[in-house]
């Protein structure tokens, strides 16, 4: 009897040791013989940006879907989608006319995604600054046939870089229909950024249902702070001319990779990226470093000999940066065939050292991977207390599915996010190696423990 206590005590014991004899090997692999870094070079030298519905996307597609293939993964396919089509057209001119002290200035300047252009002929009118929406609404009617100049910052004061863009974000992604809805011309916003620097900030607005569409464009917060000490001395009318426009939907994919499990193949654990990026730099932050991080996770099961109990599923999700159809659509399939993804991991926050994973899911799960963190502290990956998962796994949530998501040190991503310096150059080969390794070990104990 003694004999048999001693040897349940001793079960959790032994478990431990082979998970962590394993995570060694995985992340001892990763920083040896990865192959993450070699692959991001590839899509971001020889591919570039990739915007969803452009040539570029496609040849993404397509590279993927060979990666995987390449590395014996035992399913590759491609998942249909629409995917919207907006395309930037010839450069954006912004500048202040004629200023008294200054002259005529030119701001460094991007259209916002899905924006309208404003053609030729541009649009000339006054500015007028405002902080945020909330001013704009006690302006109200003031702001009919003025561009509007969004000039609120990322918070400083808060060191998760993430909870200040969310506090900013909201300029850019609804400020042009609420100054449209009071008559507003166009806008203008200080870019979304944590950074003082002459480099312009793109990203996604939304477009509200039966209110006028107008221009919208991001300026550096360099010139943000220009165009506000001038605006203080005198009244400013600047001239907007823009190009981009919508063009209809394009078939797209995602592009999707599986290890099928030995034990319980119809439990699921997808881990992923989006494919596609905006269409300035190359992607290699957003979402670059999380697509080859995913291929790259699953590839080390291959390459240690791991035979997975539940099927591992590499998903590169398309439209992420202005839609999220890929995300939605591949919810929809799984909901459609049955599929029960007991996980899903993303990594969607940026190259840069991993410090941990955020969860989002029941209370019990939540404390099952937080459970884990001792597996993880050799690696100097130790938060795993917040809340969250991902954009494109966040559709999965509805069907029970844990979501977690990556997350490394968020100080620096939001000098490249969006930007022309989104370069394949910003990323550290160890960085992006260690969350890949991150990575692998979380889909690595997911596999061997499950989910409650």
């Not at 692999?29 to 452009?54: A, D, F, M, P, Q």
């Not at 006054?126 to 001013?135: A, F, H, Q, Y």
């Not at 998760?160 to 909201?170: D, K, L, Q």
Request: aromatic share 8%; net charge negative.
């Amino acid at each position: 009897m003694k004999k048999l206590v001693t040897l349940l005590l001793l079960i959790p014991c032994l478990s431990f040791a082979q998970h962590e004899e394993t995570i060694k090997k995985i992340y001892d692999e990763t920083l040896t013989n990865g192959h993450v870094y070699e692959n991001l070079r590839y899509l971001c030298k020889e591919i570039g940006h990739r915007l969803s519905g452009s040539p570029q996307a496609a040849a993404a597609v397509e590279y993927t879907r060979h990666l995987m293939k390449s590395y014996g993964f035992d399913t590759v396919y491609l998942q249909p989608v629409m995917v919207p089509h907006w395309v930037r057209g010839k450069k954006e001119i912004v500048r202040a006319v004629d200023t008294d002290k200054h002259g005529t200035i030119n701001f460094n300047a991007l259209a916002l995604g899905n924006s309208v252009g404003t053609g030729p002929d541009g649009v000339l009118a006054e500015v007028i600054e405002v902080s945020g929406i909330d001013e704009v609404n006690e302006l109200g009617k003031k702001v009919e046939g003025k561009i509007v100049f969004y000039n609120g910052e990322m918070d400083p004061t808060i060191i998760n870089t993430f909870g200040a863009y969310g506090g900013a974000v909201i300029q850019r992604s609804s400020g042009a229909s609420e100054a449209a809805k009071y008559g507003a011309k166009a806008i203008i916003i200080r870019s979304v950024t944590n950074r003082q620097d002459d480099i312009p900030h793109t990203g996604s607005l939304r477009y509200k249902a039966l209110i006028n569409q107008i221009p919208a464009v991001a300026i550096s917060t360099n010139d943000a702070d220009l165009l506000s000490q001038v605006l203080k001395e005198q009244k400013v009318n600047a001239y907007i001319e823009t190009h981009c426009q919508m063009l209809p939907d394009v078939l797209s994919y995602n592009v999707i990779g599986e290890l099928r499990g030995t034990e319980f193949p119809n439990e699921i654990i997808a881990v992923g990226g989006h494919l596609d990026s905006w269409d300035v730099g190359e992607g290699a932050h957003d979402d670059g470093s999380g697509c080859m991080q995913a291929i790259e996770a699953v590839r080390l099961f291959k390459a240690l000999g791991i035979k997975p109990k539940r099927t591992l599923r590499a998903v590169m999700w398309m439209n992420e940066e202005n839609g999220l159809r890929g995300g939605v659509e591949y919810a929809r399939v799984a909901k459609e065939k049955g599929e029960k993804h007991i996980a899903a991991l993303e990594s969607d926050s940026g190259g840069f050292q991993p410090l941990g994973f955020s969860t989002s899911g029941s209370e019990e799960q939540r404390e099952q991977v937080k459970a884990w963190r001792d597996y993880f502290l050799p690696y100097r990956v130790w938060d795993f207390d917040q809340n969250g998962g991902g954009a494109d796994i966040g559709p999965l949530r509805s069907q029970g599915t844990l979501l977690i998501g990556l997350r490394p040190s968020t100080q620096r991503y939001f000098i490249y996010h969006h930007t022309p310096a989104d370069v394949f150059e910003a990323v550290d080969q160890r960085e992006l190696e260690l969350g890949a390794a991150s990575m692998a070990a979380m889909m690595y104990l997911l596999d061997r423990e499950g989910i409650r």
